[in-house]
């Protein structure tokens, strides 16, 4: 039941809508001031969300639930959060905020038209995030498609058309077979509410093919090496807004998709393909962090750079364990913090030199010393620098997946060591060496509004890092339920400290140092 | 008493064709100066007619006249959408025609005249009926065709559909004839009696050929040749109206007589419906790609979505012919908001312009009218939260609940492929940049029309109880 007395999430999602139609009929400065204030208003309830947020052990597992039952005829308006939708939910909230500070300045055409749009996502991240009937999630899913075709192609770089093309047509394909599989689903299990379906057995051999028309949506948005490619296009042409939206929300989304529908609808499928997954996962980090390496455009390094994170994820989500499962969550919220807040380091000198080329920087910690100093935590975030957030998701995820097999819990290590390659190779042109271009050294450090932005998420990524317990307290149940729920599929793991140490057969010698 | 119930049960195709006949008679003693009041008046007759819809006798599912003509809930679902349509279309006309010496009153009286033909159609239970209606509407259809006379585009596109049509007409005609001298009757009560136990070679051969001439009406691959030459040389008012009302009481006809009569006979049709479906869906998308008159690509649209159409007859359940049906409904609404966008486009001097270059930057000239066409063209593309995913979303549910799931899986990856196109209409209004000045000459009405249509494309999710039940009634009946 609802903690409070209100519908806040469907209050969540009028805010923003309301915003947004007002954006459409306002002048410039007005609009940006509405959108600030829709996504200030949207941030507050969130935080009232959390704190609401029932988190003993006790509690029922979704929360907020709101139902009209047959509102639209075949489906339901069902809204309800668990702990990992509240995290996302959080996430988004927060980094709406940041876009529309980012996007104050740098967007001085059809304002009006740019803030609706964001609004508009902000709607629709939100309600997927919360939806409970399988056809409202696949509206809000695919919804989101209209707006960021028009952020991209309206207020995109150069090869802004060819980039929203390729982002509109590769996810519309990869979604569409996820919706065969739903109709399927809705007429075999006889419902739409996800809570159901996350608890009905579907036939074994019918689970395979649902979990590929799953796996071909979600694999596009995370996005998995080899269906990535649009990534790279999408997130160079995006504005900055666009990036840190793209990076920081919508590529979570295919995590959550799978961690909602494929694992625990169909867990036996899952098991089946798990290789499949680690396969993909393990040429992703290696090739996409060789890749970042040799790139020469910051935007596009930083997007290969998410498809090694993202692999990181699946790896974890597919470990079938708690460790594993928090790892993913922790990677993809972490990640959605440092690589928006990384997208916006870029945006924040390309505002000033409007180009994206590291040669063309250099000597930044010179004349940009705040910004050198941000830009530095960020970096080290990215890399999973102890401390920050991305450290105790990766940490976690890959132990998750140590106990499946250790070969992909190396390999994807090593992506680790890339990833400090190529963000300490990309800090080293950009900020470090000699400051000797005349209009890199025309450049000024931070504004204020810069620096507010900046400095919220500087602090959140430092708060994952240091006291994690805030962020997995709420989903541990979640995801506890999560690992029962797969408990009887799960692959047989290749490490032995997977196995249980009470169990007496296992002889202490056999378990090695691990053991104590 | 008895006979006064059966005209009660046909009382809409009464008030139509008395109203035709008086408009007639105005049309031609007062002249064209009398065009705007005639228009209105049909209007008028028809929203009197859809009234007449509410009576019981008119939907309770009587056999009149023989068992000639059934008067049930599927017929009068199909005729509210065809008489709304035909409204639409009566409503926007004066503007279009005003350019070349201004709109002239028969204009009205040939689509009423349509109208009672498309009833006849959506209510026949007989081949002779079927055919009397079917011939009814596409006379009037041919006038209304090459009806800006001093156009050469106009006149070829008149003759270009009458020859093609006949042809059809003709096809169809002689697949009747097979069914009924292997079956010994034209009703479909009695066609179904005879396939019921087995069918023969000579009544295989009758249902090809009748599915071919009805697959021409509803212009589904491979049939399709005329409708892109027709839509773009017939006046823009007109190929709304083609696209929307004749389509739908076609493809309501074909969905009667293919569960009604041919029912028995599925397994021998149904795959003819899905070779139908597939090449539509396909070909209406791919050739459509290339397209560069607005005109000839909303053609290919209907071509794209009339394949969709028939995955649900393909299903052959009574949910797939539900699906049809708001698939019928929620196709005649955006295809009409779109074509009324087309009309809406206009240079600086008035003349109607139709390339799709001109559109450019249509978002920052006007950005009402853009914002719609945006929004009917998302939602053709079948890109929720717009109404026509709804659409989609329906006739694929009937399909897989069918056991048709990898024709479902086929149509809805081709479906990708059309919304390309739509995207690069939509790329062309929000990112090119302006080119030519555009008329901001704006109609009260074609606005109030755009906006209601869009309005129902965006929030049509809040009518799906509605559409569900009224559609399942009507599906209903034919079981």
């Not at chain 1, 300045?105 to 709607?123: D, N, P, T």
């Not at chain 2, 096809?171 to 396939?195: D, E, K, N, R």
């Not at chain 2, 050739?287 to 000839?296: C, E, F, G, L, S």
Request: proline letters at 3%.
């Amino acid at each position: 039941m609802n903690q409070l007395d209100f519908p806040i999430l469907s209050l969540m999602l009028a805010v923003p809508m309301a915003g947004a139609i007002a954006c459409l009929f306002v002048s410039a400065q007005s609009a940006r001031w509405i959108a600030l204030g829709a996504t200030l208003a949207n941030l507050l309830l969130g935080i009232l969300l959390w704190v609401t947020f029932d988190q003993s052990v006790d509690a029922p597992m979704w929360q907020f639930v709101e139902l009209q039952q047959g509102l639209f005829g075949r489906f339901s308006w069902a809204l309800g959060i668990d702990g990992i939708a509240l995290m996302l939910i959080m996430l988004t909230v927060f980094l709406m905020l940041i876009c529309i500070g980012v996007s104050w300045e740098s967007v001085q055409k059809r304002v009006g038209e740019y803030m609706a749009a964001f609004l508009f996502m902000e709607v629709l991240m939100i309600g997927v995030f919360a939806a409970q009937d399988l056809i409202l999630f696949y509206v809000f899913f695919e919804a989101g498609l209209i707006p960021m075709y028009l952020i991209i192609g309206i207020w995109g770089g150069a090869e802004r058309v060819y980039a929203s093309y390729k982002f509109f047509l590769y996810t519309l394909l990869g979604s569409v077979l996820m919706l065969i599989a739903m109709l399927w689903m809705i007429r075999d299990a006889g419902t739409t509410s996800i809570p159901v379906l996350m608890n009905y057995d579907f036939d074994v051999d019918v689970q395979k093919w649902l979990w590929l028309g799953f796996f071909a949506s979600f694999a596009v948005k995370m996005p998995m090496w080899p269906v990535h490619t649009w990534l790279p296009d999408a997130h160079v042409q995006a504005p900055t807004a666009g990036s840190v939206i793209l990076a920081g929300v919508l590529l979570k989304m295919g995590g959550y998709g799978f961690i909602r529908f494929s694992l625990p609808m169909f867990p036996y499928a899952s098991a089946d393909f798990a290789w499949l997954i680690f396969a993909l996962s393990m040429v992703a980090v290696v090739y996409t962090s060789l890749v970042a390496l040799v790139q020469k455009d910051m935007k596009k390094l930083i997007a290969y750079s998410s498809v090694a994170h993202m692999a990181i994820v699946t790896v974890g989500l597919f470990a079938f364990n708690q460790q594993g499962l928090e790892g993913a969550m922790m990677v993809m919220l972490g990640h959605g913090l440092v690589s928006g807040a990384l997208f916006m380091c870029v945006g924040i000198i390309y505002d000033r030199l409007h180009t994206r080329e590291i040669d063309r920087y250099g000597g930044l910690a010179i004349n940009m010393p705040r910004y050198a100093l941000l830009f530095l935590l960020f970096t080290m975030a990215s890399i999973g620098l102890p401390g920050t957030s991305n450290f105790v998701g990766e940490l976690l995820a890959l132990m998750g997946v140590y106990q499946i097999s250790s070969i992909v819990a190396l390999v994807c290590t090593t992506g680790i060591i890339m990833g400090a390659g190529y963000m300490l190779y990309l800090y080293r042109r950009v900020v470090f060496g000699d400051l000797v271009k005349d209009d890199v050294k025309a450049m000024t450090d931070l504004s204020p509004r810069e620096l507010a932005l900046m400095v919220p998420l500087a602090a959140v990524v430092l708060w994952m890092g240091v006291y994690p317990e805030s962020f997995l307290a709420p989903m541990r149940g979640d995801i506890a339920a999560l690992v029962a729920r797969t408990e009887a599929a799960r692959p047989a793991g290749d490490a032995k400290i997977a196995m249980d140490r009470t169990d007496k057969t296992v002889s202490h010698a056999e378990l090695g140092g691990e053991s104590h | 008493m008895e006979s006064l119930g059966v005209f009660a049960s046909v009382l809409p195709e009464i008030i139509l064709s008395v109203a035709a006949l008086a408009l007639l008679m105005v049309a031609a003693f007062v002249g064209d100066r009398a065009a705007g009041l005639v228009g209105w008046l049909a209007v008028a007759a028809l929203a009197v007619t859809g009234l007449a819809l509410t009576l019981p006798a008119v939907h309770a599912g009587g056999e009149i006249f023989g068992g000639l003509y059934r008067a049930d809930a599927f017929s009068t679902f199909a005729k509210a959408v065809i008489y709304t349509a035909a409204a639409a279309c009566i409503i926007v006309a004066p503007r279009f025609f005003a350019k070349d010496g201004g709109l002239r009153a028969e204009y009205a009286v040939l689509i009423l005249l349509s109208c009672v033909g498309m009833s006849m159609m959506v209510s026949a239970v007989d081949f002779i009926t079927l055919y009397v209606g079917l011939e009814l509407t596409n006379l009037s259809s041919y006038v209304l065709a090459s009806f800006t006379r001093r156009d050469l585009r106009s006149a070829e596109s008149g003759l270009k559909y009458f020859v093609l049509s006949s042809l059809a007409s003709g096809i169809l005609l002689y697949g009747m004839s097979l069914l009924y001298g292997f079956s010994g009757t034209t009703s479909f009560a009695g066609v179904a009696t005879a396939l019921s136990d087995g069918i023969s070679m000579g009544q295989t051969f009758g249902l090809v050929f009748i599915l071919a001439g009805l697959a021409f009406k509803i212009s589904a691959v491979p049939f399709h040749m005329w409708t892109p030459d027709v839509y773009e040389g017939a006046p823009t008012p007109v190929t709304a109206f083609f696209a929307t009302a004749p389509k739908v009481a076609a493809f309501a006809l074909t969905v009667r007589m293919a569960i009604v009569a041919m029912g028995p006979g599925m397994s021998s049709w149904q795959q003819i419906v899905i070779f139908l479906a597939l090449a539509s869906i396909v070909l209406g998308a791919v050739a459509a790609i290339t397209q560069d008159n607005i005109k000839r690509l909303l053609a290919y649209s209907s071509i794209n979505n009339v394949g969709f159409a028939l995955i649900g007859l393909a299903a052959g359940t009574a949910d797939g012919v539900a699906s049809v049906l708001s698939y019928l409904l929620i196709y005649v609404v955006m295809t009409l908001g779109s074509f009324i966008c087309v009309l809406q486009m206009r240079d600086s001097e008035g003349n109607q312009v139709e390339s799709i270059a001109s559109l450019a930057g249509l978002s920052q000239t006007r950005p009402g009218l853009a914002a719609a066409f945006g929004i009917f063209l998302f939602s053709l593309a079948g890109i929720p939260p717009l109404f026509g995913f709804w659409a989609k979303f329906l006739v694929f549910d009937a399909a897989v609940a069918a056991g048709l799931a990898p024709l479902a899986v086929v149509g809805i990856a081709a479906s990708v492929i059309s919304a390309f196109y739509y995207l690069k209409v939509i790329k062309t209004i929000y990112l090119d940049t302006p080119t030519g000045q555009f008329s901001t000459e704006r109609n009260a009405f074609d606005y109030g029309i755009i906006t209601v249509c869009a309005a129902v494309v965006v929030v049509g999710y809040l009518f799906n109880p509605l559409l569900g039940e009224a559609s399942a009634a009507a599906a209903a009946s034919l079981f």
